[in-house]
């Protein structure tokens, strides 16, 4: 299993500003995942961690609004930049152990932007 | 490429009555599959998993979901429901040995009436 822990688990920021979210793993994972959820919608891929090289991003998410690292393979961020109201979401991070293909989640955060 | 539909984006029952959410799938190799719950303002939460072992799977709550393979079906139940199950439900496939991502349906929003 895996237990991740990510912070902050809430915030409410001014728009224009930015917000950088952790994620810790207590264990080395090989794929590493950011996701948005919106009010009353499902989880959509932000992009997908990669260690010491740049994110693979989805399709209407760009690296200049959020640009993540991942140093080594138990932590990352994700950084969400120049804020607006319609980025008040919950962002999650997630890991998948490729060996017994299971996935595991961070509680989240949820951020709302004023 | 992989996918997941989620037939009904609500359903309602009322409590003792069983419960079935629906979930179809996508994958062009063998599936790990995962029904995880979402609580009101609460983190994911795993309700069983499918990762190529028994078809039948018994997760937390007395829920169960079966996979059918020639049905590309992963169909969640419950035999009786409880007023606590009022919920959202994610269907979630992570297609293994491609690019490990989760990728979640919809969402079906449970509503169980007294």
């Known amino acids: 299993s895996a237990v991740i822990s990510q912070k902050p688990s809430r915030d409410i920021c001014q728009r224009g500003t930015s917000l950088t979210i952790q994620c810790q793993v207590d264990?080395?994972?090989?794929?590493m995942f950011w996701y948005r959820q919106q009010p009353g919608q499902s989880l959509t891929l932000i992009a997908t961690?990669?260690?010491?090289?740049?994110?693979?991003?989805e399709s209407g998410f760009v690296i200049d609004k959020f640009p993540i690292s991942r140093p080594n393979l138990t932590f990352s961020t994700l950084t969400v930049s120049n804020m607006s109201p319609e980025d008040s979401s919950i962002y999650l991070c997630?890991?998948?152990?490729?060996?017994?293909?299971?996935?595991?989640f961070g509680q989240g955060t949820r951020l709302t932007v004023v | 490429a992989q996918s997941v539909t989620q037939l009904d984006s609500h359903v309602s029952v009322s409590e003792g009555t069983p419960v079935l959410l629906r979930c179809n799938y996508s994958?062009?190799?063998?599936?790990?599959l995962f029904w995880y719950v979402q609580h009101p303002n609460k983190g994911l939460q795993l309700l069983l998993k499918?990762?190529?072992?028994?078809?039948l799977v018994k997760g937390i709550n007395g829920f169960e979901a079966e996979f059918k393979k020639s049905e590309t079906s992963f169909h969640l139940t419950k035999p009786s429901a409880h007023m606590s199950d009022a919920a959202e439900y994610f269907c979630?496939?992570?297609?293994?040995?491609?690019?490990?991502?989760?990728?979640f349906g919809r969402g079906t929003s449970l509503i169980v009436h007294p």
């Open positions: 979630v496939v992570i297609q293994s040995g491609g690019s490990y991502i989760p990728t």
């Open positions: 499918y990762t190529s072992a028994a078809t």
């Open positions: 264990s080395q994972v090989t794929m």
């Open positions: 997630s890991v998948v152990h490729s060996l017994n293909t299971e996935a595991f």
């Open positions: 994958s062009s190799y063998s599936p790990s």
């Open positions: 961690a990669n260690q010491g090289s740049e994110a693979t991003y």
